[in-house]
């Protein structure tokens, strides 16, 4: 079981640049999330999943787009980077809406 | 805004039991009282959640209030393992937009 993983690891685009944030579970969880955590501060939940086709919008969803195509992968895209989205990016899933499982994360810095 | 209220961060010496705090006063009847743990440069990880009973389990126990206005984790013998930030988290049984807050910032002195 690899649990949550996150690819890539770090990245560095420069501003206007997009890009793609791959999350995958193998434990056939229903509930998928993306958060971004800035230094020093708290997770923020960007947007989330209840299932297989479904998003929808958490706190900061502004400048993302989400997809979630197959039940074990959730995307996060970021069509235009900006710098104030230079952050580290987590992903999470779970059964239900309770105990979450997070990956590694991804740090990306948009200069 | 965070419904809870938390120490920014606290101190313990290793091999003592700590108690962490958490404030919830606008808690509903069907908020889940959750604990969460970052440790440096990892993803946050599940420690335990209640609702109205105190919880026990291999990794910490959860006091929950009578009036379930405030809870405190308890972590009964620290080690330097357990150096990290502590969310104390509600979530609604519906409810998926989970808000972490800054969580207290645990040190463990050796």
Same mark, same amino acid.
């Given at each position: ?16 640049? #997009?890009?793609?944030?791959? &999350? ?20 923020? /939940? ?23 195509? $197959? ?8 069509? @235009?980077?900006? !710098? ?6 987590? &992903?999470? #899933? ?9 990956? !590694? ?7 | ?5 938390? !120490? ?13 705090? &958490?404030?919830?006063?606008?808690? @509903? ?9 970052? /440790?440096? @440069?990892?993803? !946050? ?16 126990? /959860? ?5 379930? $206005?405030? @809870? ?18 509600? *979530?609604?049984?519906?409810?998926? $937009? *989970? ?8 040190? *463990?002195?050796?």
């Amino acid at each position: 079981n690899a649990g949550v993983t996150q690819t890539p690891k770090f990245r560095v685009l420069k501003t206007g640049q #997009s890009m793609t944030l791959l &999350c995958a579970q193998d434990m056939n969880h229903e509930y998928m999330y993306w958060y971004r955590q800035d230094p020093g501060m708290g997770l923020r /939940l960007i947007h989330y999943s209840v299932g297989e086709g479904t998003t929808a919008k958490g706190e900061v969803p502004d400048g993302y787009n989400v997809s979630r195509l $197959k039940k074990q992968n959730f995307l996060l895209g970021l069509e @235009s980077a900006a !710098p104030s989205q230079t952050s580290v990016y987590f &992903c999470a #899933s779970s059964y239900d809406s309770y105990e979450q499982y997070f990956g !590694p994360g991804t740090r990306l810095t948009v200069t | 805004d965070a419904k809870t209220t938390q !120490p920014n961060s606290m101190e313990s010496n290793e091999e003592e039991p700590v108690h962490l705090p &958490c404030n919830h006063s606008t808690i @509903s009847g069907t908020d889940y009282i959750h604990w969460y743990r970052q /440790l440096p @440069s990892q993803g !946050p990880e599940y420690v335990i959640h209640g609702l109205t009973s105190n919880v026990n389990n291999r990794m910490a126990s /959860l006091a929950i209030a009578e009036d379930r $206005k405030s @809870s405190t984790l308890i972590l009964h013998r620290a080690t330097l393992r357990d150096a990290a930030v502590y969310y104390c988290i509600l *979530i609604t049984n519906r409810d998926d $937009k *989970i808000i972490f807050g800054k969580g207290t910032r645990l040190h *463990i002195l050796p």
